[in-house]
């Protein structure tokens, strides 16, 4: 069996697992082209693939229109190549993975009043926060790896993947 696990977007990572053996990672391919061919590579390895993918989509403010549609279109291509090469995916909720990997977050609220500036300063110190234990804890599961931010999450649903297959 191929499990590949995949954290989308133009920073993101794949990584992999062949019957149970060593855990491959690398960074997401920088062109449709180049991430075609690492999926029908990965789904040529066994007749049993299947695929876990971090569910994207929703909104985020303050996140540039063009970025936006490059980030749309990205996970776009990879879906289509999943379904083209007959690959089974699943979506996983980013909360849900990062759940079962870190546990849930334990942030006090952010109160109303704070807005602008400050809130996404907060924001963004717990988003760095939640990137560095993910890297932390998957480093120590693959220590053979040279664990990178954008390789980290692809590990993590991997993880949680793995941990789906075997119940």
Request: include cysteine; aromatic fraction near 8%.
């Amino acid at each position: 069996m191929v499990l590949i696990a995949v954290d989308p977007g133009g920073s993101g990572g794949i990584c992999w697992q062949i019957n149970n053996h060593k855990v491959l990672a690398a960074n997401m391919g920088s062109t449709p082209k180049d991430i075609y061919e690492q999926l029908k590579l990965l789904s040529q390895a066994d007749k049993n693939v299947k695929c876990y993918i971090e569910r994207v989509g929703n909104y985020v403010a303050g996140n540039a229109g063009p970025g936006a549609v490059k980030f749309a279109k990205h996970c776009g291509h990879l879906e289509g190549f999943l379904i083209a090469l007959e690959i089974p995916y699943y979506e996983i909720l980013p909360a849900t993975w990062q759940a079962f990997l870190i546990g849930k977050p334990n942030h006090p609220k952010i109160p109303k009043e704070v807005q602008g500036k400050e809130r996404k300063q907060i924001l963004a110190k717990r988003k760095t926060e939640r990137k560095n234990k993910i890297k932390i804890r998957v480093q120590g599961l693959y220590p053979h790896l040279k664990i990178t931010l954008a390789t980290s999450d692809a590990l993590g649903i991997l993880c949680y993947a793995v941990a789906q297959e075997n119940k």
